[in-house]
């Protein structure tokens, strides 16, 4: 079947702009996770959704960013008036249920922020 | 503070050299740990789940162990193929849900 998709793969934006980051993820998966990987460094821990509800919003970096979840399917983060520091490789995952399951990955979006 | 710590950051194996990844961690309750192999450009492929002191998994080339306090990863006879970051992450209860914890991965190179 379908494994997680992300979109766009790359993305080039200036420093100021918003930027909007897709998540589609494997069908009938009820938990959904956003990860920041910068180079050569481990996954940061974004945000987690439940069904559409954020239960920990704990790793988002500022308010500067957000994210969605609608239809327990597809996500949105958004990162308003990007700067450099945001330049990485964002990624998401999506598990069965949460408690013991395994993440299944996809492929990540490239951010860089000129 | 909850906390996984993954050694070495690098290794650099000969073809057919086999050795072990360390995972250690430090959690209040553990709920699973997992292994993880990311590729170059790629998001990280699952491998691997244990959820007890003693579990065993094996696949081709590769078997996870985990003690109360560590997990190993066991490349046996590696092929070039095997190189990669492997991660390893714990999943531990956090204010009535779970939070996954990642270390940062060790990197293997594999050579001909």
């Known amino acids: 079947g379908a494994g997680v998709s992300q979109s766009p793969s790359n993305k080039v934006t200036e420093k100021g702009k918003d930027v909007e980051l897709r998540c589609d993820p494997i069908?009938?998966?009820?938990?959904l996770y956003w990860y920041r990987q910068s180079l050569g460094q481990g996954l940061e821990f974004l945000i987690y959704?439940?069904?559409?509800?954020?239960?920990?919003k704990s790793g988002l970096p500022s308010d500067r960013f957000s994210a969605e979840r609608t239809g327990g399917s597809v996500s949105t983060l958004t990162i308003q008036r990007t700067q450099q520091e945001d330049s990485a490789v964002y990624l998401c995952?999506?598990?069965?249920?949460?408690?013991?399951?395994?993440?299944?990955f996809g492929p990540g979006t490239r951010l860089t922020v000129t | 503070e909850d906390q996984v710590t993954q050694s070495p950051e690098a290794l650099r194996l000969q073809e057919g050299e086999s050795s072990s990844l360390n995972c250690s961690y430090t959690?209040?309750?553990?709920?699973?740990l997992f292994w993880y192999r990311q590729d170059p450009g790629k998001g990280p492929e699952f491998l691997f789940t244990?959820?007890?002191a003693g579990e065993e998994k094996e696949k081709e080339r590769l078997k996870a162990t985990l003690t109360k306090k560590e997990s190993f990863l066991h490349i046996t006879a590696p092929k070039p193929e095997d190189s990669a970051t492997y991660l390893c992450?714990?999943?531990?209860?956090?204010?009535?849900?779970?939070?996954?914890?990642f270390g940062t991965g060790t990197r293997l190179k594999v050579l001909a």
């Open positions: 995952a999506s598990s069965l249920m949460t408690g013991g399951y395994e993440q299944y």
């Open positions: 069908s009938g998966h009820t938990a």
């Open positions: 959704f439940q069904g559409n509800s954020a239960p920990d």
């Open positions: 959690v209040s309750g553990l709920r699973g």
């Open positions: 244990l959820y007890s």
């Open positions: 992450a714990v999943q531990v209860p956090t204010s009535g849900t779970y939070k996954y914890i």
